[in-house]
């Protein structure tokens, strides 16, 4: 006896496709729904073209501000120099009455003190401007520029003060340990107006306005007074080994008051700038 084949295809439901078919539709339907994930991707990060433009510009701030390039002379960088040739003019007066022995400088009059602090106030902004000019050429030239405008200042806060000290006491009644005293005494004062004018303009670090700045702040301050210490130790170290070997046929006067500090400063100087910009005002990159 035959038994008839049975036409299952009759049983499948109408509803739902072939087997062959549903395994192209749902490979059909993956791939339209990646397409919709990029077309959707692409639309969203084309819907705030400001926002990126605005990021792409932020982005290319910094890293010309890291590269240190120079477009043009701020007019804040005019008036801080011209302050620091101004207040160098000033602190040059107790050196000129300490060195008074001097022919050349024998009781300064009026008009040479007063023609000395006009020279220095012009000549330092003119300075930076020629500084600024190279620093087209080397980015960098401008901002020792700015960095040596301060050094001088300090110099001069340092050299000053120390000889307003010695014109106190007297010159001749200075020994090596008083001596090493005054230079220090004089040298923080340096160091504390250094520290101002290297943050807020020569490495225009940011001031503090939120709790996470003020800490910032704190390093920075720690950092420099090390990099301090290390060039107080140069600084004072070797105007004090320059004092104790004071020639016979050299002005006592000229040699204490100016040859030694200033070889103190000298010793200290590239130090300082190597020390502030790479570890205390460095910029996060």
């Known amino acids: 006896m035959i038994i008839p084949a049975v036409d299952r295809s009759r049983d499948q439901d109408p509803a739902r496709p072939p087997k062959f078919f549903g395994k192209k539709l749902e490979r059909a339907g993956a791939y339209a729904s990646h397409f919709l994930f990029l077309f959707s991707k692409r639309g969203s990060s084309t819907a705030k073209p400001d926002d990126d433009r605005k990021r792409a510009d932020d982005d290319r701030e910094k890293g010309l501000r890291r590269m240190n390039i120079i477009k043009s002379m701020k007019r804040n960088d005019v008036y801080a120099a011209t302050a620091i040739g101004a207040a160098v003019g000033l602190l040059i007066q107790p050196i000129l009455t300490n060195l008074s022995s001097f022919a050349i400088l024998a009781h300064p009059t009026a008009a040479l003190r007063l023609g000395i602090f006009v020279f220095f106030t012009l ?163």
């Open 123 to 285: 000549f330092a902004p003119l300075a930076l401007w020629i500084l600024f000019l190279f620093g087209k050429l080397v980015p960098v030239v401008y901002q020792f520029g700015k960095f040596a405008a301060v050094g001088t200042l300090n110099t001069f806060v340092d050299i000053g003060v120390f000889n307003l000290e010695t014109f106190l006491y007297g010159t001749s009644a200075i020994g090596i340990t008083l001596f090493a005293v005054f230079k220090a005494l004089s040298f923080l004062c340096g160091t504390t107006n250094s520290f101002f004018w290297n943050k807020y303009w020569t490495f225009s670090s940011a001031r503090a306005t939120h709790p996470e700045g003020a800490i910032k702040e704190t390093k920075e301050a720690v950092s420099f007074y090390i990099i301090a210490g290390v060039g107080w130790t140069l600084n004072v170290g070797c105007a004090t080994f320059v004092k104790s070997v004071e020639p016979s046929g050299v002005a006592v006067n000229l040699w204490v008051n100016v040859v030694a500090p200033l070889a103190g400063v000298a010793a200290a100087f590239l130090w300082d700038f190597v020390g502030y910009k790479f570890f205390v005002f460095k910029e996060k990159k």
